[in-house]
């Protein structure tokens, strides 16, 4: 299971640069909008292919995620922000998990850490409180990708 | 590049694409291909590609041309045409298509769209030497 923070969600990147590799079977997006917006969530469907998508508030995802671990189902799981991510990860969720950071854009109060991921303070501080408890944190945009860790990010002048 | 007189064409595609179409359209139909105007989403997030599109577009009728449906073009543009009669998205963007358009601006939107589709289809072809 790959989980990804990408502002973008289901897209080019997604869909055929790590979709290519992993042949994922069902995306799953974790946000608490557009698990409440259908007609967005039918835009997201178009974009899969054949694969299943499921949307899910925070609180849904984490309470689903053991039954999306053991099933034998190749899954991308996306948020869109690291907010949400860390929502998912509370109590331990994803311990022992990688979490990939995939794609932020420039925006109000978010600083470049790389060309495609700016992030707040707060999301900073997100990060760090994921990686304390056990998730393994690396940025990288496509699977071909150098992987950049948490630590290297932190190191950066951010902000 | 917008005309009150006929349909617009944004054309809206990842990286170079969109520019790079448009200045070809430019080289073979001349100022025809004023009435399209390029979009990347290069260094944009969603929120902002789709807020500059609906931005371009206006109250023009337009087409919305975009590269990948799937991609964040596509995303952005089928959210900023939702429920609206005078705008359209037109996926999988190709120079013939575009030829088209440029010269088929007076048609009604709702002939415009499918007529473009395949027009772009109809150029695509596979040829052996066999």
């Known amino acids: 299971m790959l989980y990804r923070v990408d502002e973008r969600l289901i897209h080019g990147q997604v869909v055929i640069a790590w979709g290519h590799q992993?042949?994922?079977?069902?995306?799953?997006?974790?946000?608490?909008?557009?698990?409440?917006?259908?007609?967005?969530?039918?835009?997201?469907?178009?974009?899969?292919?054949?694969?299943?998508?499921?949307?899910?508030?925070?609180?849904?995802?984490r309470d689903a995620l053991p039954e999306w671990r053991a099933a034998p189902v190749r899954t991308i799981l996306l948020t869109r922000d690291v907010g949400s991510m860390c929502r998912l990860g509370e109590s331990g969720a994803l311990q022992g998990e990688s979490v990939n950071l995939g794609g932020i854009h420039h925006g109000p109060d978010r600083a470049e850490a790389l060309t495609y991921l700016h992030l707040t303070h707060e999301d900073m501080a997100d990060l760090r409180a994921l990686e304390a408890e056990g998730v393994e944190v690396t940025a990288r945009d496509l699977p071909e990708a150098h992987g950049v860790t948490l630590a290297t990010l932190l190191n950066a002048d951010v902000g | 590049m917008s005309d009150a007189q006929g349909t617009?064409?944004?054309?809206?595609?990842?990286?170079?694409?969109?520019?790079?179409?448009?200045?070809?359209?430019?080289?073979?139909?001349?100022?025809?291909?004023?009435?399209?105007?390029?979009?990347?989403n290069e260094d944009k997030g969603p929120d902002e590609l789709r807020a500059e599109l609906d931005r371009i577009v206006g109250d023009q009728k337009a087409v919305v041309f975009v590269d990948l449906r799937s991609g964040s073009c596509g995303m952005a543009a089928q959210a900023c045409c939702r429920d609206s009669l005078v705008r359209v998205v037109v996926c999988g963007v190709n120079l013939p298509m575009l030829l088209d358009f440029v010269f088929s601006r007076e048609v009604p939107l709702e002939e415009l769209a499918p007529h473009l589709a395949e027009t772009g289809r109809n150029a695509i072809a596979s040829i052996t030497g066999a």
């Open chain 1, 22 to 61: 992993l042949r994922p079977e069902r995306y799953v997006i974790v946000d608490d909008h557009l698990a409440g917006s259908a007609w967005e969530q039918d835009l997201y469907r178009l974009g899969a292919g054949s694969a299943d998508v499921v949307f899910a508030t925070s609180d849904e995802a």
């Open chain 2, 8 to 40: 617009v064409g944004i054309v809206v595609g990842h990286g170079g694409l969109s520019q790079g179409l448009i200045d070809a359209v430019r080289r073979i139909a001349g100022d025809a291909a004023d009435c399209l105007t390029p979009l990347s």
